[in-house]
């Protein structure tokens, strides 16, 4: 479509980066120096969380090129022996040299083994993912129909036809569904108000006993039993980061990020952040911004904090 702009690549972080020990190691190690450094009075536990994610992404994105260069060059080194011995065993026919021949190539065929699904995977998408194929069919057949919207229309009636026009319909149009205002806008609803809607309606009430065990502060040990008891391989929110990145490394900084924010100190904007998909509900208009269903996907610790 010509009027659709480039997608925005958003960052991922692959889990099997830190399926190595050492990898898992030495991001444990940078998280401890970070907050050691920087866990002070003088910067908001709010404010620390969204600079982690900034430090921590670095620090994997470096990660991830050392260990492809070291991966490299060990390739390259092992197939410079194996020429080598090749040429001297054609020579010799020493047993040696083809014992050490055979250790040589086992090694390399062990290096690149972990790295096959994942290579055959982008070989296959170079080959035939942006050509007029049937495995490029079989990609977008059940998707580009549903997902694509040729215009919307406000409730002034003005249609757009625009991809960034559109977005910004419904931007407007779930910041007025949701009364997503300015925290000091007058029409806010005031904490009085919200507590006599409650009491009016017949809400079962909680025991003493569950009261008490809901206002008690969050601990590491559930913390980390919903971690554990969450889906795994679910797409992350727009930070990136994975369930096994919050499984591995930061069950005890969330702790003291969620006791902040349930002592009144809410958390930034960044950090509710979500991407936004829209799916059109079947038999609506689909001009209207009314007639799509919002998904979305928010960050992981956002999920944790829920339950």
């Known amino acids: 479509m010509p009027q659709t702009p480039p997608p ?19 991001i444990n190690l940078r998280l401890a120096e970070f ?27 470096s990660l991830s090129a050392y260990t492809h260069k070291v991966i490299t060059q060990n390739v390259s080194d092992l197939q410079r022996k194996i020429s080598r011995l090749e040429s001297l065993h054609k020579r010799s026919l020493l047993a040696s040299h083809l014992d050490e021949l055979t250790a040589y190539r086992t090694e390399l065929k062990n290096l690149l083994s972990s790295a096959k699904a994942y290579l055959t995977a982008r070989l296959k ?21 549903k997902s694509f919207i040729a215009n919307i229309r406000n409730s002034a009636g003005t249609e757009f036809h625009k991809t960034t026009d559109i977005a910004c319909e419904f931007s407007s149009f779930y910041k007025e569904l949701y009364n997503l205002k300015s925290p000091n806008a007058s029409d806010k609803p005031k904490s009085d108000l919200i507590a006599e809607f409650l ?24 913390i980390k039993e919903a971690i554990m008891a969450s889906p795994k391989n679910k797409s992350p929110g727009p ?64 999920k944790i904090f829920q339950k």
């Open 8 to 26: 925005l690549r958003c960052w991922r972080l692959n889990d099997l980066l830190l399926k190595p020990p050492h990898n898992l190691q030495r």
């Open 35 to 61: 907050y050691d450094r920087n866990d002070t009075n003088e910067v908001s536990v709010q404010t620390l969380w969204e600079a982690h994610k900034s430090y921590v992404r670095g620090e994997l994105i």
């Open 125 to 145: 998408h170079y080959a035939h993912g942006d050509k007029p194929t049937r495995f490029m069919l079989a990609q977008i057949k059940h998707r580009k129909a």
């Open 199 to 222: 009491a009016s309606l017949q809400l079962p009430q909680a025991t003493p006993t569950q009261i008490k065990d809901l206002c008690s502060p969050i601990s590491a040990l559930e």
């Open 239 to 302: 930070d990136g980061l994975t369930t096994f990145y919050y499984i591995s490394c930061l069950s005890p900084y969330l702790e003291k990020l969620y006791y902040s924010a349930l002592s009144g100190h809410p958390f930034h904007g960044q950090t509710l952040m979500a991407q936004i998909t829209v799916i059109h509900k079947e038999g609506k208009d689909p001009s209207l911004c009314g007639n799509y269903r919002p998904i979305l996907l928010l960050n992981f610790y956002l």
